[in-house]
């Protein structure tokens, strides 16, 4: 089973809660959602009652643990942009989305990443292909 690593947006990103619940119940069909706890309801733009060291150490720990990693891009996050990095330098497969239509532009840092793969979509509904095509990649390459 895939252990797959979800980014999104806390502090800036909360009024995407709905986006990221959405998102997160398709990626339960290919594998262990290894930070399902962004999706929540209960996740406030404060995040958890740990501290940041305790968050920083174990989000980088489920990062290095998970297989691939899927991030919803549209709300611009130094934590998000991070994650990409990191993900990106340890050669693990990943997939941005950005919101086309909103007022944002995606940085030049996550679109021109040759280890990034940039998908832009309107509505929720139409992220589902997206990860199919993502998943299929994975899968075929592991074969």
């Known amino acids: 089973m895939l252990k797959i690593y979800f980014a999104g947006s806390i502090t800036a990103g909360r009024h995407d809660q709905p986006i990221y619940e959405s998102i997160i119940a398709e990626l339960t069909s290919y594998g262990q959602i290894l930070t399902e ?12 009652p740990l501290s940041d060291k305790e968050i920083h150490d174990r989000d980088l720990a489920w990062l290095m643990e998970s297989d691939c990693i899927v991030a919803e891009v549209t709300n611009p996050s130094l934590g998000v942009g991070y994650e990409i990095g990191i993900a990106s ?52 390459e592991r074969s």
Not at 37 to 48: D, K, P, R, Y
Not at 104 to 127: D, F, N, T
Request: charged share 20%.
């Open 37 to 48: 706890l962004i999706g929540s309801v209960n996740l406030s733009a404060q995040g958890e």
């Open 89 to 140: 330098k340890a050669g693990k497969p990943i997939l941005c989305l950005f919101r086309s239509g909103s007022e944002r532009r995606l940085s030049a840092m996550i679109s021109g990443c040759p280890g990034v793969i940039v998908r832009h979509y309107k509505e929720p509904s139409e992220v589902a292909p997206l990860l199919q095509e993502f998943f299929t990649k994975i899968s075929q």
